[in-house]
């Protein structure tokens, strides 16, 4: 197998870290075929000998880095799709139609019907955040109820009072 052939394998099997193994064996193999150590100082010799495992150990180093990190799970995404329901009544227990209900700094609108029910998802960032709700109607106060959406989908019943 030619040269060029051991490092395409040595690459494909051990990735990074097999290929500065590989360079290291190529140029120890040129080295001593070459008798390049006899030429040069002792001195020298070591500083040659310190390059080469700092060069090899540092490559190895980042390919196990890389494997690491390309061998890790992808992160799940933390936020969550809920439906948020319930019913809109007025002080007497009666249903509202047609109240507005809103949460704050959510993209989250529903209107009730004709029994008060109303029912929408929600998309939220992680469980267990606190959520405010505001329902609004003509006629009747504002009312605001804060809810933490801890179970797959809560159930809110809103009161409205009316306006004085």
Do not use: C
């Not at 960032?125 to 804060?146: D, I, K």
């Amino acid at each position: 197998m030619s040269d060029v052939g051991v490092i395409k394998t040595f690459a494909q099997v051990a990735g990074l870290g097999g290929l500065a193994l590989v360079l290291v064996l190529f140029v120890f193999r040129d080295v001593i075929r070459k008798d390049i150590f006899a030429r040069l100082t002792k001195r020298q010799s070591y500083q040659l000998f310190r390059l080469i495992i700092i060069v090899t150990s540092l490559l190895s180093v980042t390919g196990m880095g890389a494997w690491v990190y390309v061998s890790q799970d992808p992160p799940k995404p933390t936020s969550s799709r809920v439906v948020i329901s319930g019913s809109v009544s007025g002080p007497n227990g009666e249903p509202l139609r047609g109240v507005i209900i809103t949460a704050d700094h959510y993209p989250f609108r529903a209107v009730s019907n004709t029994d008060g029910s109303f029912a929408e998802s929600l998309l939220l960032p992680q469980r267990n955040e606190p959520v405010t709700l505001r329902a609004y109607h003509e006629g009747y106060l504002t009312s605001e109820t804060s809810i933490t959406v801890a179970q797959e989908n809560p159930q809110v019943d809103i009161v409205m009072k009316e306006r004085p």
